[in-house]
Nanobody, 124 residues
């Protein structure tokens, strides 16, 4: 089993930055693809970014390309999401997920483990 704990969320003004962290325990996640998803009030959960086990391949939702960056430190068993130029539309609960596969997927049912989420609120 893999346990995932997100942190780093909070309240930020539009145009600001935040870095989310996802700390894994239970197993090393170096061979897992990792993803970040988010869910805004009244909306379905959506894919934000994903990274392969080797960090070679990343993918992003179009609306965050150029603003968000996913990375991982396998020595620390941690995945990050650096978010810049934040917009009100980025307000959501952000979830970290692990997939027992090399490639990250953009669909949530492909992931095997999930964290509890961290709230990100962007004010204007």
């Amino acid at each position: 089993q893999v346990q995932l704990v997100e942190s780093g969320g909070g309240l930020v003004q539009a145009g600001g930055s935040l870095r989310l962290s996802c700390a894994a325990s239970g197993r090393t996640i170096s061979s897992y693809a990792m993803g970040w998803f988010r869910q805004a009030p009244g909306k379905e959960r959506e894919f934000v970014a994903g990274i392969s086990g080797s960090s070679v391949i990343t993918r992003y939702q179009d609306s965050v390309k150029g603003r968000f960056a996913i990375s991982r430190d396998n020595d620390k068993n941690t995945v990050y999401l650096q978010m810049s130029s934040l917009q009100r539309e980025d307000t959501a609960v952000y979830y970290c997920a692990a997939r027992q596969s090399y490639l990250a997927a953009a669909v949530d049912f492909h992931y095997d483990y999930w964290g509890q989420g961290t709230q990100v609120t962007v004010s204007s």
